[in-house]
């Protein structure tokens, strides 16, 4: 049970680092003044009631796991007692009492009888701006760039002061497109790089492959590939609005049986439903 938690954790955790590495570590010619402004660009449209429909995608030039090949579509109507949130095939339902995570996959539920820590948890995401303190520091990890990349849309490209060891590649690039005239994200792509160590057989072979070309490292007698994993988020529709109506409640999901125990429902009672305080 611990592993199917942690993924529906995640339901709720992409949301919140969609573009939180954006909102937090922007900086725009070395101004803080001017990162405050990205920082209210990034995180102004989360604001109770809200919809957002997103895509997230990720690629990698060396594929080790399924995190490295993912395609990921998410929906997320936030209001003020209630949510509901599906990314991929997990649903995390919450209303005023209770929060209810459901994995489609592994046909797996689970009931929180106590939603306050959720739905705080939930608006403290949507809020609280950064002390100029902690700006400043985070500031100082990251350098940026900016530009207009079309009409009616920005771009900022943010590198990490540190370099990949044994090169002069930043760890981890953030490229942000957004609506220059609605102040509203559009588009976020992160790329994290890592070293692979590798045997001698696989360095030659990847030597011979043009994809490989420049991510090829010979430190210290050892061999090494430039991992990149590229993140993509893509926002296709933000809306704030209290007219959205959440197409998913927990009453759609569970009843009370006669004793007064939570069930699946008829449609989902081939579901295993656990119950935590």
């Keep these: ?43 102004r449209y989360k604001q109770i009631p809200l919809y957002v429909n997103l895509e997230m995608e990720t690629h990698s030039n060396f594929v080790t796991g399924e995190n490295d090949t993912l395609h990921v579509q998410g929906e997320f109507y936030l209001q003020e007692k209630q949510s509901y949130v599906r990314f991929g095939e997990f649903e995390q339902v919450v209303n005023d009492s209770m929060a209810l995570l459901v994995s489609n996959k592994l046909k ?74 609605e102040k509203q994200p559009r588009q976020v792509l992160t790329t994290k790089r890592n070293l692979v160590l590798l045997d001698s057989v696989q360095y030659y072979s990847f030597k011979t492959q043009e994809e490989f070309e420049g991510k090829l490292l010979l430190l210290e007698n050892s061999y090494f590939l430039i991992k990149e994993l590229v993140t993509k988020f893509t926002y296709n529709k933000i809306e704030q609005t209290a007219v959205a109506t959440i197409p998913v409640t927990i009453h759609d999901r569970i009843m009370k049986n006669g004793e007064g125990n939570f069930i699946p429902v008829v449609k989902f009672e081939h579901y295993m439903l656990s119950q935590e305080q």
Excluded at 17 to 29: D, E, I
Excluded at 111 to 117: G, K, V
């Design 1 to 43: 049970m611990n592993t199917i938690k942690m993924r529906l954790y995640l339901v709720l955790a992409v949301f919140m680092t969609s573009n939180l590495p954006v909102f937090l570590f922007a900086q725009k010619k070395d101004s803080l003044a001017i990162l405050k402004e990205f920082i209210s660009i990034s995180s």
């Design 108 to 181: 797996q539920m689970i009931l929180y009888i106590n939603a306050s820590p959720v739905l705080e948890k939930m608006k403290s995401i949507l809020g609280a701006p950064l002390p100029d303190s902690s700006i400043k520091n985070l500031g100082a990890k990251y350098k940026a760039t900016a530009s207009p990349l079309s009409k009616g849309t920005g771009l900022i490209l943010l590198e990490s002061r540190m370099p990949l060891y044994g090169t002069s590649l930043p760890k981890e690039t953030i490229e942000l497109q957004y609506d220059s005239k």
